[in-house]
């Protein structure tokens, strides 16, 4: 027998999950899920590439194009737009593998279980962060800070970059993400409800720590602000 995975079914009923993935242990990969991940990860590299076109943390290209040289802006831009991919692809992973593997350490959940969880998180990081842009582009104007963080707060406090890089990671969608990861897991899972919150909570406040101690490394800094 074939069971299909409905994203938004089980997204607003998560007993239907839970039952679904019982299924699939015995029954097979469910239908549908594949074309699920698909569209989802399509949406994470057009995330970034829309914003690289429409000039999201690319100001050192508009120095060029003011310098006047236009070959090597068009070529920048080409470049550019082709490291949004990778960012996009990169987001994806992270979020759809790496997170997923952290949370399986750390519950012991199925490794298969907590992915069906993360591409409903994934998808409300790209939604929320499409809301973003769409206000920036309508102000048009980009801040070093997410206004939606905490760091907007901490900056009144303090300069040090680390910590407002930190709590930058601190923000609406972080709490979003708790409260899915939540509300699947607490279903298929033994332990108190404090320890499975404390441990959620954990894995944010660990990719906030990754996040801040590499955030000014010239290397990766244009990646990591992204996460």
């Known amino acids: 027998?074939?069971?299909?995975?409905?994203?938004?079914?089980?997204?607003?009923?998560?007993?239907?999950?839970?039952?679904?993935?019982?299924?699939?242990?015995?029954?097979?990969?469910l239908q549908g899920y594949k074309k699920a991940v698909f569209v989802v990860f399509l949406l994470a590299i057009s995330l970034f590439v829309l914003r690289d076109i429409w000039g999201m943390y690319t100001e050192r290209l508009t120095?060029?194009?003011?310098?006047?040289?236009?070959?090597?802006y068009v070529f920048a831009r080409y470049i550019s737009i082709f490291g949004a991919i990778l960012l996009g692809v990169f987001y994806f992973i992270f979020h759809y593998?790496?997170?997923?593997?952290?949370?399986?350490?750390?519950?012991d959940l199925p490794y298969k279980w907590i992915q069906k969880v993360q591409l409903y998180v994934l998808t409300s990081l790209i939604l929320f962060n499409f809301l973003?842009?769409?206000?920036?582009?309508i102000i048009q104007y980009v801040p070093i800070f997410s206004p939606f963080s905490l760091a907007a707060i901490v900056a009144q406090f303090t300069p040090n970059l680390w910590v407002l890089y930190?709590?930058?990671q601190i923000a609406f969608s972080t709490f979003i993400t708790i409260v899915i990861q939540y509300i699947f897991f607490e279903q298929w899972i033994d332990e108190g409800r404090k320890s499975l919150l404390l441990k959620l909570f954990f894995?944010?406040?660990?990719?906030?720590?990754?996040?801040?101690?590499?955030?000014n490394s010239p290397v990766i800094e244009w990646i990591v602000r992204e996460l």
């Open 63 to 72: 120095e060029i194009l003011g310098q006047g040289f236009i070959d090597r």
């Open 1 to 29: 027998m074939t069971y299909i995975f409905q994203f938004w079914h089980t997204l607003k009923n998560p007993a239907s999950l839970s039952y679904l993935l019982e299924k699939e242990e015995d029954h097979g990969p």
């Open 97 to 107: 593998y790496v997170v997923t593997y952290f949370i399986s350490l750390l519950t």
């Open 203 to 215: 894995v944010q406040i660990f990719i906030a720590v990754m996040v801040a101690t590499f955030s």
């Open 166 to 168: 930190f709590f930058n």
């Open 132 to 137: 973003e842009f769409i206000i920036f582009a």
